[in-house]
T-cell receptor, first 115, second 113 residues
Framework: KAGVTQTPRYLIKTRGQQVTLSCSPI?????VSWYQQTPGQGLQFLFE???????NKGNFPGRFSGRQFSNSRSEMNVSTLELGDSALYLC???FGTGGRTDTQYFGPGTRLTVL | GDSVTQMEGPVTLSEEAFLTINCTYT??????LFWYVQYPGEGLQLLLK?????DKGSNKGFEATYRKETTSFHLEKGSVQVSDSAVYFC????????????FGKGTKLSVKP
C-alpha cells in the first residue's frame, strides 16, 4: 500500500511569511503526528491529531498550528516565519489505537528553508 | 521531564564487527521503547520496539531488550554490514496513543568494508 506522502518536499520562504505543509497518511490510519528535525535540537514532537482532534501537543509556540480533515489528511501551518524554523518537518501516521501492533510510519519530510 | 539519552556518535566500525549503541531513558510512567533508523536520503523507519519490561525487540539482525531496572534499551547487532550505515534513533512514548514520540539525539553509524 502507498506510504505516507508529504508535499511539498522542498520549500524556501523568507522571514515573516507563513507556510502550510501537507501530509497524507496511509489509508486506514487515523492518527497523524508532526515532528521537527534540526541538527541542533534533533527530532522534536509538534502535535498529534486523531479523528480531526488534537490529541497531544509538544512544546512549540502558538505560531505552529495544525489541523486534520475528515479523510485523515493533515496540514500544519507556521506563521511569521523565523530563521530558526528552518528544518525538516516529518509527518507520521498510525492507526492511533495504541495497541502493541500499532506503529508510526514516517513520510520523507518537507525541507523548509527560511531566508 | 521525560527524555532519552543515547551515546554520542559518530560510530565507525569495520564490516562484521559487533555493534552496541547505548540508550537510557527517564520517564514518569511506563513507556514503550523504539529504535528508528534513518538511511541517507530516506525517511525514518521503525527498526524494532518493545512495549513492556524484559521484552526483546528484534529485526534485520538487530536486537534490544527493555530493561526496566536500568531504564535502558541498548541496540546490538552481532555482525554489521556496510548497508547498516545510517543514523539510529532511540525513542519512547508514554500513554496509549504512541503518537508522541520522544527521541534521543541520534547516533550516526558508518561501517567500512
Amino acid at each position: 500500500k502507498a506510504g505516507v506522502t508529504q508535499t511539498p518536499r522542498y520549500l524556501i520562504k523568507t522571514r515573516g511569511q507563513q507556510v502550510t505543509l501537507s501530509c497524507s497518511p496511509i489509508s486506514g490510519h487515523r492518527s497523524v503526528s508532526w515532528y521537527q528535525q534540526t541538527p541542533g535540537q534533533g527530532l522534536q514532537f509538534l502535535f498529534e491529531y486523531f479523528s480531526e482532534t488534537q490529541r497531544n501537543k509538544g512544546n512549540f509556540p502558538g505560531r505552529f498550528s495544525g489541523r486534520q480533515f475528515s479523510n485523515s489528511r493533515s496540514e500544519m501551518n507556521v506563521s511569521t516565519l523565523e530563521l530558526g524554523d528552518s528544518a525538516l518537518y516529518l509527518c507520521a501516521s498510525s492507526f492511533g489505537t495504541g495497541g502493541r501492533t500499532d506503529t508510526q510510519y514516517f513520510g520523507p519530510g518537507t525541507r523548509l528553508t527560511v531566508l | 521531564g521525560d527524555s532519552v539519552t543515547q551515546m554520542e556518535g559518530p560510530v565507525t566500525l569495520s564490516e562484521e564487527a559487533f555493534l552496541t549503541i547505548n540508550c537510557t531513558y527517564t520517564a514518569t510512567g511506563y513507556p514503550s521503547l523504539f529504535w528508528y533508523v534513518q538511511y541517507p536520503g530516506e525517511g525514518l523507519q521503525l527498526l524494532l520496539k518493545a512495549t513492556k519490561a524484559d521484552d526483546k525487540g528484534s529485526n534485520k539482525g538487530f536486537e534490544a531488550t527493555y530493561r526496566k531496572e536500568t531504564t535502558s534499551f541498548h541496540l546490538e547487532k552481532g555482525s554489521v554490514q556496510v548497508s547498516d550505515s545510517a543514523v539510529y534513533f532511540c525513542a519512547l512514548t508514554l500513554g496509549g496513543s504512541q503518537g508522541n514520540l520522544i527521541f534521543g539525539k541520534g547516533t550516526k553509524l558508518s561501517v567500512k568494508p
